[in-house]
């Protein structure tokens, strides 16, 4: 009768041991044993890389949307009667109004709702900048410059030239700020004078004339974000409003609040500060669908890197098949000297499953660095390929994010090993099952 032991004894450990490590002509497979570590450890590689660079870029896309963005953006719409006198006669004319009359109030009601940080009513058009013989078309956002102190991605950006305290300085001729995109277009520095033309312009009897008006260059800055420092011009709020014929009101109110990823809890609240000509959408209403194709994406990638990890885990079952059939003797002599069904089973699934525990662990230890070193790698393949690996007027993004978190590199370990593990029982049952008068058989 099989003797009884304790599981995972000592002896287990060295008898699977041996297996693993024995050359073919022995009757191990040490090139599957390779070939099963290796699959192992690249694929978890593979899982952990790709997990860092997709939580890396959706925290850079949500920090360099709400960076520079409003996380809530307030607008009206209104019809207004207004009396039009015409000769003699006065005619009343109802007119749509889509401008704030008293922004400053309203934004002072906001700014005192818990959660809102801040508040800036801004004036906001379109425009063509023209420096020489050079233009760009531009979004130009009228701020006053206590507000633009607050935007952290204007205030604090990934880089700079000049300095924000001339903006809106008269002596600096108005003194603006350009997207770092808006300044390379247009081939201009600090110091500079753009031009910026309007196509709304005057009313005149004549029709609507253009309106050009000159500003000083005091501050360059660059948000990390294309889209954004390739469009965006900042102008002293007095000076947008008689640029745009804007006297007085303002278009919007951008919203600050604490948490932008929760910014949905914060829509109710504003509301009810409001009356029902008020509007508001988010940052995520404009990115919406990025962030819906974003997700998507990441679900279907850690899918398919689950897969990969599957199928390098299949290694290690074909390994233990040709281990167990080589190693059938072996088997048969070990149960004939008293070595339970169940030692022999753990025996096996040591094997199995220290290559996958092994593998798990290089392949977190290289995914890890990988994320990490991330730059520098992409550097050197950039370097070596000649350029062209990394087009940010292509992605929208300068650099190739990673954020390395725990959690991610937990799911990565868990899964690398609950499938080796899992998939390892199957030969390993094989193993204890095999009868040894049939295994001995022919020795």
């Not at 247009?186 to 033309?197: I, K, N």
């Amino acid at each position: 009768m099989a003797g009884k032991t304790a599981p995972f004894s000592k002896f287990e450990w060295m008898i699977a041991w041996r297996y693993i490590r024995a050359k073919r002509e022995t009757g191990g497979v040490s090139v599957m044993t390779w070939i099963s570590l290796v699959g192992v450890t690249l694929a978890v590689f593979a899982l952990i890389a790709v997990l860092a660079v997709r939580s890396g870029f959706r925290a850079d896309f949500v920090d360099t949307i709400v960076g520079a963005n409003a996380h809530l953006t307030l607008r009206q719409n209104y019809m207004e009667t207004v009396t039009v006198t015409q000769g003699d006669q006065s005619v009343d004319v109802t007119r749509r109004v889509d401008t704030l009359q008293d922004a400053d109030a309203l934004a002072a009601d906001l700014r005192s709702i818990d959660g809102v940080t801040r508040a800036a009513p801004i004036v906001r058009g379109e425009g063509l900048a023209t420096v020489a013989d050079r233009s760009s078309f531009v979004q130009v956002y009228g701020i006053s410059t206590a507000d633009l102190m607050d935007v952290p991605l204007v205030r604090s950006p990934q880089s700079s030239q000049g300095s924000l305290d001339d903006f809106g300085v008269r002596e600096a001729g108005g003194g603006i700020a350009l997207g770092s995109g808006v300044a390379r277009n247009l081939g201009a520095q600090v110091g500079d004078r753009v031009s910026l033309l309007s196509a709304t312009g005057v009313q005149t009897a004549g029709g609507r004339s253009p309106r050009r008006q000159t500003f000083d260059v005091v501050y360059v800055f660059q948000t990390g974000r294309y889209i954004t420092d390739i469009s965006r011009i900042y102008l002293p709020l007095e000076d947008a409003q008689s640029f745009f014929s804007r006297d007085g009101v303002h278009d919007e109110i951008e919203i600050y609040v604490e948490d932008p990823d929760r910014v949905e809890e914060w829509i109710t609240p504003i509301y009810r500060t409001l009356g029902p000509e008020s509007f508001l959408y988010s940052w995520k209403d404009n990115e919406g669908a990025y962030l819906r194709a974003l997700t998507v994406e990441d679900n279907v990638m850690f899918i398919i890197m689950a897969i990969l990890v599957l199928i390098a885990s299949m290694n290690i079952i074909s390994g233990l098949i040709m281990l167990v059939k080589n190693k059938g003797s072996d088997i048969g002599i070990l149960r004939t000297m008293g070595l339970s069904e169940g030692s022999v089973m753990r025996i096996f699934f040591i094997c199995g499953a220290g290559l996958g525990t092994v593998g798990t662990i290089f392949g977190v230890i290289l995914g890890c660095l990988f994320a990490i070193y991330i730059d520098t790698i992409f550097a050197a393949v950039n370097y070596i390929a000649g350029g062209g690996v990394w087009d940010p007027s292509i992605r929208g993004i300068y650099d190739i994010p990673s954020k390395l978190e725990l959690e991610d590199v937990l799911l990565a370990i868990g899964l690398s090993l609950s499938l080796s593990w899992i998939i390892t029982i199957f030969p390993a049952r094989r193993a204890a099952r095999m009868n040894p008068v049939e295994a001995l058989r022919y020795e």
